[in-house]
């Protein structure tokens, strides 16, 4: 597959959970474009649908929820036939796309792995059923594995148990093993969450590494837009089960347009002057067990025009590749100056 | 001039070791810094750095194994006589890391917010001590309604304001806030910071803010100290600090620091500090000034090379 052709297309996605009775409508109608050699950042508060939407990619939804409609195509099979993600139902059929399509790294490194096993028959499992390898071969292959993911002394740490690494050398492991499935695309779920920031820059460090010397996609789903500035392409701003506004990184950090980007950007402590309060959203995300209408951030923003209430936003193409959902785009709406810490990011991106 | 402020807390070459025998294990060693009425003092460190460790020898949860910490020019460390325990208890407060665990999940807020008064506080009436529980959640934003309710209710924001009340209801002077932000979400951090700050506006309480990321407490913070493998290295006014790192420990975090911006993150340069790079056989490394009240825990040579550097 060639770099940037089309490798997951997301339309009109909805998911719903059925938990005791209630529907809880956790993705409403999402529509992403994923491309080959991209990374592409997710970026949300927990609870706006982040992670389950990532792990619908995988038929990995808990038993209670399902996709309702919508659809997810997958276009980077070996035999170059499109596989409609959303229509599969078998474990079967899953098992072929799990890992050596699309692999996944979780946010604990400290459960994301088996105590019981060392670290290099964890890696070597992965070898064995997705690489077809067997003995020295496998052996060999993920000796070469734990040297990518930049592990000294290979061969006495495969006889290792995950209790003997570290936070970030356990996270090392993990993405190793992801490699090794051979996927198009891994998608990293808050992979730096639980560690130290100097680890976690180390990590997004290997990632980029990892990407280039593997061919991966990379979808890299986090709560800290700080954090992605360094290693996306693109970013993708969720919010209520929706994505709000997509852009280059340029585009989101230093051209951000819906309301719900300009309050994540000023709420952070970078951003924030001594000796004065850091700008704060107001109230708590909304209750997806009922019916939005209008904009989902309207009742938190103050910002908010009388027709966020009423009706939803579309899309607004601001640029090829940058697109909001808000009605301050609409050429009917007023102008309105974003908050202090977006001018200033503004600034230096001139 | 903050050497005329009040000393409210000074920790003398605190040790705090676990375990004994063979297995015993120095967490910190020799810890020196005080701690200035009204100032909010940061610590900062990895995970494994020893700074809970010291928050927690301050609060007495843990046993000294040497030096002194003394708070109000009186010793609290060790054994004290009950008065001074009484008032120290009272005095001294502590925001825990995860609220989704330090709270009591069977226990109403009521209960969790007003137990402390219990103790510090026997002369009030039942009635009296509701008063106070409804006046200390709306201190923290809270609606007086939640003392009935439990808290898997509540969101983690939530949480970790009925974590602060519980801590401000006994009307603490110190406040000892370990990651108290941590487990939270972006916009939700903003909130409970700004709280935080206004609190210490309006009661001139003082904090020991112990966090791993940096740039909150460049911004919270009015001095930090930065503290590896249980020794302190380095430490400075937060914005002398900050802008003038000197040792490569401290440094290497500040290069760790994402910034909101793709331009100037594709420009840096990550520090990798390694503490080989120390040779202390010949020289035990000292605290030394190198700036002015800027310390730096060094030997001669380095104080020179580094200086020369930056």
Not at chain 1, 220 to 242: P, S, W
Not at chain 1, 313 to 340: C, G, N
Request: hydrophobic share 40%; aromatic share 6%; charged share 25%.
């Amino acid at each position: 597959m060639k770099k940037n052709e089309l490798i997951l297309s997301v339309r009109d996605l909805n998911i719903k959970f059925n938990l005791r009775g209630k529907i809880l409508h956790a993705i409403r109608g999402i529509d992403l474009d994923v491309y080959h050699g991209e990374v592409l950042a997710i970026v949300g508060e927990s609870g706006s649908g982040k992670s389950v939407f990532t792990k619908s990619f995988m038929g990995l939804l808990d038993s209670n929820g399902s996709i309702t409609s919508g659809t997810i195509d997958y276009f980077g099979a070996d035999d170059h036939q499109p596989i409609r993600l959303s229509e599969l139902k078998k474990e079967k059929d899953w098992l072929k796309v799990r890992g050596h399509e699309i692999a996944m790294i979780m946010q604990d490194p400290m459960t994301s792995l088996n105590p019981l096993k060392t670290i290099g028959d964890q890696i070597m499992e992965a070898v064995e059923l997705h690489q077809g390898l067997k003995g020295a071969a496998a052996r060999e292959k993920t000796l070469e594995y734990l040297r990518d993911v930049g592990i000294a002394d290979p061969e006495v740490r495969f006889k290792q148990y995950p209790h003997e690494f570290s936070g970030g050398m356990r996270q090392r492991v993990v993405i190793a093993i992801a490699v090794a499935c051979n996927p198009q695309i891994l998608i990293c779920d808050e992979p730096t969450t639980a560690l130290d920031v100097t680890i976690q820059a180390q990590i997004l460090e290997l990632l980029k590494e990892m990407r280039v010397k593997y061919n991966l996609t990379i979808i890299l789903i986090t709560h800290d837009l700080g954090v992605v500035a360094n290693i996306a392409d693109r970013v993708a701003v969720m919010y209520a089960g929706d994505i709000v506004e997509i852009g280059t990184s340029d585009e989101i950090y230093y051209d951000p347009r819906h309301p719900y980007t300009w309050a994540l950007l000023s709420s952070m402590p970078q951003m924030g002057v001594k000796g004065e309060d850091l700008f704060n959203i107001q109230g708590t995300p909304p209750n997806l067990f009922t019916e939005i209408h209008g904009d989902a951030f309207a009742p938190r923003n103050p910002l908010a025009l009388k027709i966020d209430f009423v009706k939803r936003p579309p899309y607004f193409d601001v640029s090829t590749t940058h697109r909001a959902k808000t009605w301050l785009l609409d050429p009917r709406a007023p102008k309105i100056e974003p908050p202090a810490a977006v001018r200033m990011l503004q600034e230096e991106g001139k | 001039m903050a050497d005329e402020r009040e000393v409210l807390v000074e920790v003398k070459n605190l040790e705090v070791t676990y375990g004994s025998g063979r297995k015993a294990y120095k967490a910190v060693k020799n810890a020196n810094f005080t701690i200035y009425k009204g100032e909010t003092f940061g610590l900062v460190g990895e995970s494994g750095s020893g700074k809970t460790t010291i928050g927690r020898a301050i609060m007495r949860i843990l046993p000294t194994s040497g030096g002194e910490v003394f708070y109000k020019g009186q010793k609290i460390n060790g054994k004290i006589s009950h008065a001074l325990d009484k008032q120290v208890i009272k005095e001294i407060q502590m925001i825990f890391q995860d609220p989704q665990s330090s709270l009591n999940e069977r226990a109403k807020v009521s209960y969790i917010v007003g137990e402390g008064l219990m103790n510090v506080r026997p002369d009030l009436s039942a009635a009296e001590r509701d008063e106070k529980v409804r006046q200390a959640l709306l201190d923290v934003g809270l609606l007086p309604e939640f003392a009935s309710r439990f808290p898997h209710e509540f969101s983690g924001g939530q949480r970790q304001r009925i974590g602060i009340a519980r801590a401000l209801i006994v009307e603490p002077e110190f406040i000892i806030a370990d990651e108290p932000i941590s487990a939270l979400d972006m916009s939700i951090r903003a909130q409970v910071l700004n709280l935080l700050r206004h609190l210490q506006k309006e009661r001139g309480i003082t904090y020991l803010f112990i966090a791993h990321d940096l740039s909150v407490m460049r911004y919270i913070s009015d001095r930090i100290a930065v503290i590896h493998k249980g020794d302190i290295v380095e430490l400075a006014d937060a914005e002398e600090l900050v802008t003038h790192a000197i040792h490569p420990y401290t440094r290497s975090l500040l290069s760790a620091i994402p910034m909101p911006s793709p331009r100037r993150e594709r420009q840096k340069k990550l520090l990798v500090y390694d503490p080989s790079m120390h040779d202390y056989s010949t020289e035990a490394p000292q605290w030394r000034e190198l700036r002015p009240r800027h310390w730096v825990l060094c030997s001669a040579s380095e104080a020179e090379d580094w200086c020369r550097e930056s």
